[in-house]
């Protein structure tokens, strides 16, 4: 029971961290209609400039990763607006936004590997402490990672339901026309989402980078997947479906090292996927708009 019980925390971890990386990418595509396959190399970004401002500006990590994560936002917008938004005010097709998105990556990823090399590196954090809730035992960081995530999770709730940027941004979801015809800033909105993005996408790299202690260039590209396999299961385009399928994906590949060696857990998202696709192709929830 004590071993099903930590599987069961360790999966809470995994799908906090799943759910903040999932969000940004599925909200990217509800207003886009396009996805961003260099978003895995945002995450590895993020969390290497969380480290560089650690190490070399001796910043509390916590308060490295706020910079951090708002220096994404930043950085996603303008790879939006100098390298995407030409191509989409052309209106050339979804697959060649697709391939550049591609070669963003391969060139993000190469890049990466040239400033900050291939060696693992890992966050400075405080004393770990554990804390037992029961069944579960959780380190101070895990809770932090925990918090977080639920903190965001709210934030994003707010900010769709509540504020008129919000609405906005479903609207777009529903149709990107209609949402110009009603007097909608659509090049606005779309900006505000790359932002928001980016923010999700670099701080879902540090708390993962936080998770696994230490990373290397290519950890947020593998984790790509697992991204993936989260926003389809709950829904392409809908941020509660993403934060559904990052709960059902974290358990799930956690919980399954019980029962399997636990190098490939992984595998369990792809069977996840795969299931996911034949069965209910929507996913779980389906949405009258994608980010509805």
């Known amino acids: 029971m004590s071993v099903l019980a930590q599987s069961v925390g360790f999966g809470l971890i995994t799908a906090s961290v799943l759910a903040l990386a999932a969000v940004g990418l599925s909200l990217q595509f509800g207003v886009t209609n396009y996805i961003n396959f260099a978003y895995g190399e945002f995450l590895t970004i993020g969390a290497y400039l969380a480290w560089t401002l650690s190490h070399s500006l001796h910043l509390n990590v916590y308060l490295s990763l706020v910079v951090a994560t708002l220096i994404m936002g930043v950085f996603a917008l303008l790879l939006n607006r100098l390298l995407l ?18 070669g963003l990556s391969l060139f993000l990823s190469n890049l990466t590997l040239a400033i900050w090399g291939p060696d693992f590196q890992s966050l400075d954090l405080p004393r770990e402490v554990p804390h037992a809730f029961g069944p579960f035992l959780f380190t101070t960081s895990q809770l932090t990672i925990i918090g977080i995530a639920a903190v965001a999770m709210g934030a994003l709730h707010i900010l769709l339901t509540r504020t008129e940027i919000g609405k906005a ?53 593998e984790f790509l997947f697992v991204i993936f396999a989260a926003v389809i299961l709950g829904g392409v385009g809908s941020p509660y479906g993403a934060m559904l399928g990052a709960l059902v994906i974290g358990l799930a590949t956690e919980m399954s090292a019980v029962l399997i060696n636990s190098a490939y857990k992984n595998d369990v998202a792809f069977a996840l996927l795969i299931l996911t696709l034949l069965l209910r192709p929507q996913g779980i929830i389906r949405m009258a708009g994608k980010a509805a």
């Open 85 to 102: 938004r030409p191509f989409t005010k052309k209106g050339v097709p979804l697959l060649f936004l697709l391939v550049v998105t591609f």
């Open 169 to 221: 941004m479903r609207a777009m979801s529903d149709s990107v026309d209609l949402a110009q015809i009603s007097g909608i800033d659509t090049d606005r909105i779309t900006s505000f989402t790359w932002l928001l993005s980016g923010c999700l996408a670099g701080l879902a790299g540090i708390v993962l980078a936080i998770n696994i202690t230490s990373f290397q260039p290519n950890f947020g590209g």
